[in-house]
DNA sequence: TAAATCCTTTGATAATTATCAAAATCGGTA
DNA sequence: TACCGATTTTGATAATTATCAAAGGATTTA
């Protein structure tokens, strides 16, 4: 079964015709790591979903990668600055693990959107949730200083802290990896 | 006529019974400078599109007010955190100037959703486009230094800066009124 | 117009965070 | 096990930004 609409099918109920347009549009692909699905510059062509695996989405600054953002299981991972404009994104996306990625071709679902309005409200429910992990991002910054963030970004996605290392999770939290080790070790 | 569904038409078409279905729920209030439409710890109930006036969005933040959104003529003023969740707000939203305001009980927005195709659709564009500008601000946070983001904002949103005091503007790009103030110094 | 209030700037100092360099640690593998 | 490369930590110093206090300016109002 294809499991990215199993995943819609728990925000939305779907019936056969919309679930078999849906599928029409979309494809998993088995990717390795360190596979880019969007390199900065490039414009943004599909929505990725993560079936398996983790992604990063960061940008270079004066040189460096500065993440600004990780997907793991059941979540997307979009360049949305280019995905909803056309234009071409300031951002990277790459694979830290071998990942299962389903992608839909945006340009094909506008024609699903006008047949469906199931899937409008789908998609309306999508970039709802997504806005609301980027205001929750924003509050993130804020809210708190850098080892308030560090704490609380501990508790709220501690797999994620587990699986990755410390250079992306310190650009992730806005400061250098040496000062995030200078918090980690004041906590011992 | 009702000023918030003709730039609702902006957007999209929109027939007879959908443009009544919408008036039926929305109410346009003359407020005065200093109101809150939103006191954090409320739930907020409201979409709130702005004819005339601005507003801002602001929380507390060790006893100060830091100020995260401008919102003038025809746009958003909302505290989405709360709308879309339900849960109280940690955002208030204040007018800063007499303004006209169109008011939505979010709650009986999801029978006309139901009935109007085209009415999801449109909640699809608005949030798409606020998530846009809210992509816009983190982008503006992490590629720029204070002094850059200052640059930035005052090409971007120049009446909004004209009719703001600079704590107002400071709080808005993170710094604080001194820091601004001597960026300013600096320019002339 | 003068007083009162609010807004903005300036000054001195402190806290936070970055930068650059080097050392320590870890994980895999020859 | 010992070595290699990658990751993480530590140290010294510099840059950025905040804080607190006070002084100027501007605006409103009696």
């Excluded at 078999?20 to 998993?28: D, L, P, Y």
């Amino acid at each position: 079964m294809n499991y990215f609409i199993n995943f819609l099918k728990t925000l939305v109920p779907l019936d056969e015709p919309v679930q078999k347009a849906i599928n029409e549009i979309t494809v998993c692909k088995h990717l390795s790591a360190g596979t880019y699905l969007l390199r900065n510059g490039e414009i943004c062509k599909e929505f990725h979903f993560v079936e398996k695996g983790l992604a990063r989405v960061f940008y270079y600054k004066n040189g460096k990668e500065v993440t600004i953002w990780f997907t793991n299981e059941n979540a997307i991972a979009n360049a949305i600055d280019s995905l909803f404009t056309g234009l071409p994104s300031n951002y990277n996306i790459q694979l830290l693990e071998d990942s299962a990625i389903w992608s839909l071709q945006y340009h094909k679902i506008e024609p699903v959107f006008a047949q469906y309005p199931v899937v409008e409200r789908l998609g309306r429910l999508l970039i709802t949730h997504n806005y609301l992990l980027l205001d929750e991002r924003m509050k993130l910054f804020a809210f708190c200083n850098a080892e308030e963030r560090y704490e609380r970004l501990i508790k709220l996605m501690p797999d994620v802290f587990n699986r990755v290392n410390l250079g992306y999770i310190a650009s992730y939290l806005g400061i250098t990896q040496e000062h995030l080790s200078r918090i980690r070790g004041k906590k011992k």
